[in-house]
């Protein structure tokens, strides 16, 4: 091999690097805020663009010592750095979630690794100002090798630490030549083994730093405050000799507030900080990330200056709850994994910006770097735009917990040696220590960051108790985190002293309450929570309740931010193809559970992400006083009076059209206070009747405008129903054409001048429909209890399935019928099965077909209590595809189900048939709206009207809930030809439980007997 076997080294993790420190871009003088322009210093150099590339599928195949300057590079293709290989069509695309994706045999790796070896060559001339030059590799996966002119530089691994080597000595002013050599694997993907794709190559930037002989090398900000006074405390290290430093604060306004100078008095070895300053300055601004107040701080030397902002706050812990500044504080946080369709793990300031700018629309305040930091310049927008940030090491091991083992099907049994080959073992004690010290020392000036992580999923041990007393002692002023300190040994004694949070990954309601009523010593955070996985999370209002109403409880991060997939370009059918586990012929593989976030790929809302919206809006109502009109608000804030920064709108909707609407003063509601406001008289009448208040942002911020909307609440006025489905339903016949009716032995035909009905005494259903002159129904109907299973369904819908659910057949027993003067009613005594089973459902069904052409169902059910809970109940109609278009009356216009309807409100709503399909990636159920009164499917000049007395839900889609279930993807759908249109009495609801726990009780279709009732209004214009 070309270079040292490092990569299976325990002992070395990087050779010449320089010790890790704070991330800064120096320049020659002041040029202000470099936070989202650092290209702007005239001390960096950028190294990316094109570069000369060549793969290997194993590292011992190169040969040939391409480092060399002369080297004529045959085979060399060019591929972009920044960059993953993979997306450029290098090696293959492989999403595993816990499996290791190569044998596991610490510290080796596959003898066949594959490699790519990246030269550059670039022109460099020497400042004899700043003639010091440190290359900086920001992201790196796995491990790589560096040569600067054919001369052996270094070697690092951690793919998500900055790497930088000086190069002083091996730079010459002109052409210079960069030589990289890559590894996909190293010992350290032991400790690399996040959920996520698994790609290769320079992600991150690379650049030379210009820097003087006599220079910061690095420094350590503490911003705190004493009464209303801040405190601001620098400490510094010096590469070559210590030297006076000039320090200047300045307010956000660009005014200074204080300066300091200081110059050391004593020897200086470089090892330690010295304290440059410790500067007080009166009626501080806090900061916080509702009022991101940032002060400048620009560190001056003769030959350099470093500009940096500060936050001046403060976190603890106390009665078992977070406080901020002293205040308690919720974490309305999320996870977020570096992810893009096109650019893989390639993530630029725009996209950082878009990722942040969407947060804030929706209401998160916090986000957690799963699984590893982000780049060095996120932290940097976090403390701008204002957001808490978890900070977490590039550290997880998840795949140990699948090592086979004697009980190997006993999850306990894996937890028990879990920690075994890593966690607490000592061997991998330095490289766990150096991928926490990575992670601390990139980050610790930036106030943003409130916790620590230690990383995610890997057990716990001597290895992590060693990097949280180091955390501890390094930087006590922050909190501390590790979710996985419950996974270890039960033979031994572990230190849990250096941990602060007592966090858990989707825990159930029951297990929330039960740590709660523990007494216990540590604030509960849900590091996870709310599996966000394609329909879903279903279950986000619930948790808001209970994390509202318990004070231990300091918020949780729901998983995750954005889908990963690879962007495939368009099928022909015009549709985007987005690929993911198992598309790229790898093994092992985790198949769609990469499909888990909040926002597509391409940054698209799901509706689960405006479902969150509403659900954290920042004020509430808590209870109205429909007689006296009065409305009692609660600010969710935590620093901010809702009068500061929220206007309130008004409107009384009636059947779902505007009765009233104004505007509301907004009253003064400090944080988490509460106002008492009076709207004005209520506009009276029957009909269904809701307030509704919507928020609004009253100032501009640094990432949103002044009227971007907030949230809404909506209440529910009288008990009356919505009108125009009380004519409906009250609407006698008026026609007096006599009705005929024929009988055969499958069959009942009810015919008069207007229509003919054809009624299957086999199933109970009608299986023709003509009225005035055109068949309405493309198949028979059917009685409906399947579902496509969402990515929340993955482990009820093995019962479903085990219970043939997707396979029902109707079977009617008797029917008997009886004509009268503008009508005939038919009863029907039916079940539900399937094949090789009993039957699930008996059901007594009595229909009633009018004159006029108009049809009513009474059914009552009853479920064989052997058989696990419905998907849903319903008929499903197939109607020509020409009436493709839907109005109705009921929650909208987004999807809504039983527990995930917080994003949309009671109206009269209109859409095409095919918008309101929801096309997730991996087709499922979707589309629903939930507590409908009436729904019309209408075009080509007629229509049909469903009514009920009861709210139902309906769907209406081109597709069938077969053809969803059976595809893969969503380019690969099908439209049947028909409009297909469920009218349900109930659906499953959604939960969270493709991760999370189990769906909540009180929305479960397990329901022993119901009935339900429709009536269907066929039309023609």
């Given at each position: 091999m070309i270079a040292p076997r490092h990569y299976e080294d325990l002992r070395t993790l990087h050779e010449n690097t320089m010790p890790y420190r704070a991330y800064y871009i120096p320049a020659s003088r002041l040029m202000g805020d470099l936070s989202e322009r650092r290209e702007a210093s005239d001390r960096i150099q950028s190294l990316n663009g094109n570069w000369r590339f060549r793969y290997w599928p194993g590292v011992a195949d190169v040969k040939e010592c391409f480092f060399e300057p002369d080297n004529p590079l045959e085979g060399f293709g060019t591929i972009p750095v920044p960059g993953c290989w993979q997306m450029y069509g290098y090696d293959r695309h492989q999403y595993t979630n816990i499996r290791y994706p190569f044998p596991a045999d610490p510290p080796h790796v596959p003898q066949e690794n594959p490699c790519g070896a990246y030269v550059h060559a670039f022109r460099y001339r020497k400042d004899p100002a700043a003639p010091k030059a440190f290359l900086n590799f920001e992201g790196v996966d796995s491990c790589f090798y560096v040569w600067l002119n054919g001369n052996y530089v270094g070697y690092s691994q951690v793919s998500h630490a900055t790497a930088e080597f000086d190069v002083t000595e091996f730079l010459h002013d002109g052409q210079n030549t960069l030589a990289v050599l890559v590894l996909k694997w190293c010992d350290g993907s032991y400790l690399e083994d996040q959920d996520k794709f698994r790609m290769s190559g320079i992600f991150r930037d690379v650049y030379l730093l210009k820097r003087p002989e006599n220079a910061i090398f690095d420094y350590f900000t503490s911003a705190t405050f004493d009464g209303k006074e801040g405190v601001l405390s620098v400490k510094a290290r010096f590469f070559g000799s210590a030297i006076p430093v000039r320090l200047t604060v300045l307010d956000a306004d660009g005014k200074t507030v204080a300066a300091a100078e200081f110059r050391s008095t004593e020897s200086y070895d470089g090892r330690e900080y010295q304290e440059i300053a410790s500067i007080r300055i009166p009626n501080v601004r806090r900061w916080n990330a509702e009022t991101p107040y940032l002060y400048g701080l620009i560190l001056e030397t003769d030959g350099e200056t470093i500009c940096d902002e500060v936050g001046f706050r403060e976190i603890h812990t106390a009665d078992n709850q977070v406080f901020i500044n002293g205040a308690p504080v919720k974490f309305r946080g999320v996870n977020r994994h570096d992810s893009d369709p096109v650019t893989g793990f390639v993530i630029g300031i725009e996209q950082l910006q878009r990722d942040l700018r969407m947060m804030k629309e929706h209401n998160f305040n916090a986000i957690r770097t799963s699984h590893y930091p982000n780049a060095p310049y996120f932290c940097q927008l976090c403390d701008k735009y204002g957001f808490y940030v978890i900070a977490e090491a590039d550290n997880e091991s998840h795949g140990a917990s699948e090592f086979y083992c004697a009980d190997n099907g006993n999850w306990s049994a894996h937890v028990e040696h879990w920690n075994e080959p890593f966690a607490d073992n000592p061997e991998f004690l330095e490289a766990t220590l150096d991928r926490t010290e990575s992670c601390v020392q990139r980050d610790k000036n930036r106030p943003c960051v409130v916790i620590w992580s230690m990383g995610n999923?890997?057990?716990?041990?001597?290895?992590?108790?060693?990097?949280?007393?180091?955390?501890?002692?390094?930087?006590?002023?922050?909190?501390?985190?590790?979710?996985?300190?419950?996974?270890?040994?039960?033979?031994?004694?572990?230190?849990?002293?250096?941990?602060?949070?007592?966090?858990?990954?989707?825990?159930?309601?029951?297990?929330?309450?039960?740590?709660?009523?523990?007494?216990?010593?540590?604030?509960?955070?849900?590091?996870?929570?709310?599996?966000?996985?394609?329909?879903?999370?279903?279950?986000?209002?619930?948790?808001?309740?209970?994390?509202?109403?318990?004070?231990?409880m300091c918020g949780g991060f729901v998983w995750e931010w954005c889908d990963h997939a690879i962007d495939k370009g368009r099928a022909e059918n015009g549709k985007e193809m987005y690929f993911y586990g198992g598309d790229h012929g790898e093994y092992p593989h985790d198949g769609n559970f990469c499909l888990d976030g909040l926002v597509y790929p391409d940054r698209r809302p799901h509706t689960g992400l405006l479902e969150y919206k509403n659900v954290y809006r920042p004020v509430r109502v808590a209870s109205f006083d429909e007689k006296n009109g009065l409305l009692t608000l609660h600010n969710y804030l935590d620093f901010t009076n809702a009068r500061d920064v929220l206007g309130i709108r008004w409107e009384i909707n009636r059947d779902g059209e505007i009765a009233a609407s104004g505007e509301l003063l907004t009253p003064s509601i400090p944080p988490h206070g509460e106002a008492v406001i009076k709207i004005p008289d209520v506009p009276s009448g029957a009909g269904r009747r809701f307030l509704k208040l919507s928020y609004y942002l009253t100032r501009p911020t640094n990432l949103l405008p002044s009227g971007h909307p907030l949230g809404f609440d909506e209440i529910r006025l009288g008990n009356d129903a919505n009108q125009t489905a009380a004519a409906l339903l009250k609407a006698d016949c008026s026609e007096t054409r006599p009705l005929v009716v024929t009988e055969s032995e499958k069959f009942l035909t009810i015919r008069n001048d207007r229509f003919r009905y054809v009624y299957d005494k086999r199933t109970g259903l009608?299986?023709?429909?003509?009225?005035?002159?055109?068949?309405?129904?493309?198949?028979?109907?059917?009685?409906?209890?399947?579902?496509?299973?969402?990515?929340?369904?993955?482990?009820?819908?093995?019962?479903?399935?085990?219970a043939h659910y997707d396979r029902s057949v109707t079977r009617a027993y008797q029917t008997t019928w009886a004509a009268a003067d503008k009508s005939v009613v038919i009863h029907s005594s039916a079940s539900l099965g399937a094949v090789s089973l009993q039957r699930f459902l008996n059901m007594e069904t009595t229909w009633t077909a009018f004159a006029d052409g108009a049809l009513t169902v009474e059914t009552h059910v009853a479920r064989n209590p052997e058989f696990p809970e419905l998907p849903r109940f319903g008929l499903r109609l197939f109607l020509p595809d020409t009436l493709s278009q839907v109005r109705y009356y009921g929650y909208g216009p987004f999807e809504s189900y039983a527990d995930k309807h917080q994003a949309d409100c009671h109206g009269v709503w209109s859409s095409a048939v095919a918008d309101l399909h929801e096309d997730y990636i991996r087709p499922q159920e979707n589309g629903s709206h939930f507590d409908c009164e009436y729904v019309t499917v209408s075009g080509d000049e007629r229509s049909l009207t469903a009514v009920s007395a009861t709210p139902f839900s309906f769907n209406a889609s081109p597709f069938t809930q077969e053809e969803l279930t059976e595809k893969a993807h969503n380019f690969e759908l099908r439209p049947c030809g028909s409009t297909v249109l469920c009218l349900d009495y109930k659906q499953n609801g959604i939960g969270s439980e493709s991760c999370g726990p189990r769906l909540l009780k009180r929305y479960r279709f397990d329901e022993r007997e119901f009935s339900f009732s429709l009536k269907l209004i066929p039309s023609v214009s």
């Open positions: 999923e890997s057990a716990y041990g001597c290895c992590f108790e060693a990097a949280l007393a180091w955390t501890k002692r390094f930087d006590p002023s922050r909190l501390t985190h590790y979710e996985s300190a419950q996974y270890r040994s039960s033979e031994k004694k572990y230190d849990y002293s250096n941990i602060d949070l007592f966090s858990m990954m989707y825990p159930s309601f029951e297990t929330i309450r039960n740590y709660l009523d523990n007494k216990p010593d540590k604030p509960f955070l849900m590091c996870e929570y709310a599996h966000s996985m394609g329909n879903g999370p279903g279950d986000l209002e619930d948790y808001f309740q209970l994390i509202e109403s318990e004070p231990g009608f299986h023709h429909m003509a009225f005035d002159g055109a068949e309405w129904l493309d198949k028979p109907m059917e009685w409906n209890v399947w579902r496509a299973p969402t990515d929340n369904d993955r482990k009820i819908k093995l019962e479903w399935l085990a």
